[in-house]
């Protein structure tokens, strides 16, 4: 099998158009022809690492949705011609697994961010025979047929259109989850969100659903928040530059704290006033991923504040992606609207438009 696909060769590169050699499946492992891929920040944070310290050749691409094409002989959940999401993939085995907490496997690493299989393998060859790094989240759907974990998949109803479906598998289900599974945002409590991207906006929308009473969205676009407070935010924060005086606008906004904050933005500072603008039993959710360290005064943790990291929301992606496209079919998670869509070809110019702010949420098109 030959597929088109979109590589990094280098960090800082651009990301090329290349003709691939896709190996046969594994026994556990399902062949998927992409319709569309969403194109997330962790998509992108590659592009960040200096030439030299970058790893090779690889495929990206989290949010793939497509159809299946062939599936290996220990498949059992779906079959070819099924529709499907792709989300990460997780080992079954340890601990985290066991206790149907997937997005916090012992092997997370292994199976999602390693290049490769966790047995160092890959499935596409280049033009000159050589490797290039495959498995990214269990999928590297940016190519248009990729070899898959059968955990990535996730099968949904083929009445439902494929090409909006992709971002569920990961930025979409992150912000949404974060806000009904991980914090568990009770009916009427009050929540901050920081940044205002497809994770913060999700949040919002995720907001409403749960009931949520106060709901303050901060971003340094003005746009994102209008984008927030269509969605449902009752208050913004608008905040550029420095933001050493977050903590107070948001303390004063809500009055004294909030009972939960939501961190997006991944930037030390904001996570620090997301924290300080709690309650002083209030919990901090962060998903977000900078390069610096945290800190926080003494005195701010001496309380009964807690502070969670949300890795994918806290899904479990058979169930809570089917879920979530039945809201957005009810008109009640409208996340859709935050799609802007692009040719494969166009990946770079996609990323582009999300780091200017243009577009919240690029999806690629096969
Ligand atoms: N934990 C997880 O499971 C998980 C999953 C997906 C993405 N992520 C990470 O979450 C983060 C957000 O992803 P996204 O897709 O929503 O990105 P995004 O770019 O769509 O949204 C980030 C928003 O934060 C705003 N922002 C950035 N710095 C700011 C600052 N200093 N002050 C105020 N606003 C600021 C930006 O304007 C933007 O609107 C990224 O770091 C991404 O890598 C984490
Ligand atoms: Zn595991
Ligand atoms: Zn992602």
Same mark, same amino acid.
């Given at each position: 099998m030959k597929t088109r696909a979109a590589v990094?060769?280098?960090?800082h590169g651009p990301f090329t158009i290349e003709e691939l050699r896709v190996n046969e499946p594994r026994s556990d492992e399902v062949v998927v022809r992409m319709v569309a891929v969403g194109v997330c920040h962790t998509d992108l944070r590659p592009r960040e690492i200096p030439a030299e310290q970058y790893g090779g050749p690889q495929v990206y691409g989290h949010e793939g949705a497509g159809v299946v094409e062939a599936v290996g $002989? $220990?498949? /059992?959940s779906v079959a070819p011609g099924d529709h499907v999401v792709l989300s990460f993939a997780w080992c079954g085995d340890c601990p985290s697994c066991a206790a149907t907490? &997937?997005?916090?496997?012992?092997k997370l690493r292994d199976y /999602?961010?390693?290049?490769?299989r966790p047995d160092g393998s890959t499935c596409f060859t280049d033009a000159d025979g050589k490797p290039v790094g495959s498995h =990214? =989240?269990?999928?590297?759907? =940016?190519?248009?047929l990729s070899v898959v974990a059968e955990k990535s998949v996730v099968k949904v109803d083929s009445s439902l259109e494929l090409a909006r479906l992709g971002p569920l598998g990961c930025g979409i289900q992150t912000g949404a989850g974060a806000v009904m599974n991980s914090l568990a945002v009770p009916e009427g409590a009050s929540l901050v969100i920081t940044g205002s991207g497809a994770l913060g906006l999700s949040a919002v929308m995720a907001a409403q659903v749960v009931g949520a009473g106060q709901v303050v969205a901060v971003d340094r676009h003005q746009s994102r928040l209008d984008l927030a407070r269509r969605y449902g935010a009752s208050d913004v924060i608008l905040s550029?530059? $420095? &933001?050493?005086d977050l903590a107070e606008n948001i303390l004063d906004v809500t009055g004294g704290g909030a009972d939960f904050a939501f961190e997006t933005t991944g930037n030390a500072a904001v996570v620090r006033a997301a924290y300080e603008g709690l309650t002083f039993v209030g919990t901090l959710g962060m998903a977000g991923v900078g390069g610096a360290d945290v800190s926080f005064g003494f005195r701010s943790m001496v309380s009964g504040r807690t502070i969670q990291g949300v890795l994918e929301g806290d899904s479990v992606p058979t169930r809570f992606i089917p879920y979530l496209a039945e809201l957005n079919t009810q008109g009640r998670f409208p996340y859709d609207e935050l799609i802007t869509t692009f040719p494969l070809e166009q990946i770079n110019e996609a990323e582009a438009a999300s780091t200017s702010g243009d577009a919240v949420k690029p999806v690629l098109l096969f």
């Open positions: 990094l060769r280098t960090g $002989d $220990d498949v /059992n907490r &997937p997005s916090y496997c012992y /999602n961010m390693s290049g490769a =990214f =989240f269990g999928q590297s759907s =940016f190519a248009e550029t530059g $420095d &933001p050493g």
